[in-house]
């Protein structure tokens, strides 16, 4: 295993109230926080149409995340081996489902709102690992029953990650094994899904350049994500968000928003980080190393509701390409590292 150096990020929110921005909207939102009438928002200037995020306190909604993830591990990329039927290849399954209830207890529709969240359920399982040996219990399943809050700006934009940030490094801390005899001992996690689940919140809509002018179909726009892994890595995924249509639902009018994906060439440093200190990796990803992030390929899909202002549903899928490398014991190998990763999330009681 593999001793790795992680600094903690003190992250730091100056809160401001988007006035020009919410004089701009003074036309299509409701002074009484009624949801907006079918059509309302759907003609801004011209052809384009305005997507905020819409609250109305006190009214639950919830949301149905789900990640999962194939790791493949080619231990001879090369296929050198002249035994015949030899499978150099390991593949690793990992799954992480939850659902999460928000309740807005302070609207300003002008302003900021603040929002309650809670993880009702949480639920992540993991094959086995080499000999077969049963894994630990994830430590995200410690969210199950959590509660955290934050403030939204009618953009979307997330201003205060306090809360969320507190309870990302209090779950990493779970991530350890208690025995401390061999050192501190990290086991395999997916707190990182977690993290990209919640961070990240109503990104295509708060990265729309002046909101305010609205956004015609074909219109595209640029972001960044999160890259969750099974081994311990910063990295991640430059978006292009595309307007492609305007949807007819009995839900309203739908935004189809498509997305690309590929590999960034830094990741922010105001991300949250759930581990600090010095410590070890245990399993596979604890041996290998150091990694090369080759490549990321991917596209999804999401549904937002003009009308409500209301985020349905998403489908993300991407690929990345990793070349590993092993500590020098005197073993001649390259293994490449292949992950499959999909993302999805839809809303359960609007």
Do not use: H
């Not at 999160?226 to 739908?254: C, F, H, W």
Request: glycine fraction near 8%.
């Amino acid at each position: 295993m593999v001793p790795i150096q992680w600094k903690g990020v003190e992250v730091k929110f100056e809160v401001t109230i988007l006035m020009a921005f919410a004089l701009c909207l003074a036309g299509c939102k409701s002074t009484s926080q009624e949801p907006a009438r079918p059509g309302e928002k759907t003609t801004a200037v011209g052809n384009k149409v305005l997507l905020t995020v819409d609250f109305q306190k006190d009214q639950m909604f919830e949301y149905k995340f789900v990640s999962t993830r194939e790791t493949a591990i080619d231990w001879d990329p090369e296929k050198t081996s002249s035994r015949p039927g030899r499978d150099s290849i390991n593949r690793q399954t990992e799954s992480f489902e939850m659902v999460i209830s928000y309740i807005p207890v302070e609207v300003d529709s002008y302003g900021l709102t603040t929002i309650q969240a809670t993880c009702k359920s949480v639920k992540a399982m993991r094959g086995k690992g080499a000999g077969g040996r049963t894994p630990a219990p994830d430590a995200v399943q410690n969210l199950d029953g959590k509660t955290f809050t934050f403030t939204v700006a009618p953009s979307g934009r997330i201003q205060d990650y306090s809360q969320l940030d507190k309870l990302i490094r209090e779950i990493g801390e779970k991530a350890f094994r208690t025995d401390t005899s061999r050192g501190r001992i990290k086991e395999p996690d997916m707190i990182g899904d977690f993290i990209a689940s919640q961070w990240f919140l109503w990104d295509s809509i708060s990265n729309i350049e002046n909101p305010s002018k609205g956004i015609a179909v074909g219109q595209t726009w640029t972001s960044k994500l999160s890259v969750p892994t099974p081994m311990v890595l910063r990295k991640a995924r430059d978006v292009t968000y595309k307007l492609a249509e305007i949807r007819q639902s009995a839900r309203g009018n739908l935004a189809v928003i498509e997305e690309s994906f590929r590999l960034a060439d830094s990741a922010p440093q105001g991300w949250p980080v759930p581990y600090s200190g010095k410590f070890q990796v245990s399993g596979t990803f604890g041996f290998l190393g150091p990694y090369e992030v080759l490549d990321l390929q991917g596209r999804g899909e999401e549904l937002f509701n003009i009308d409500t202002g209301r985020l349905e549903k998403y489908e993300q899928q991407y690929t990345i390409k990793i070349k590993a490398s092993l500590p020098p014991l005197g073993i001649q190998a390259n293994p490449q590292i292949t992950i499959d990763q999909k993302f999805t999330m839809e809303l359960l009681k609007p």
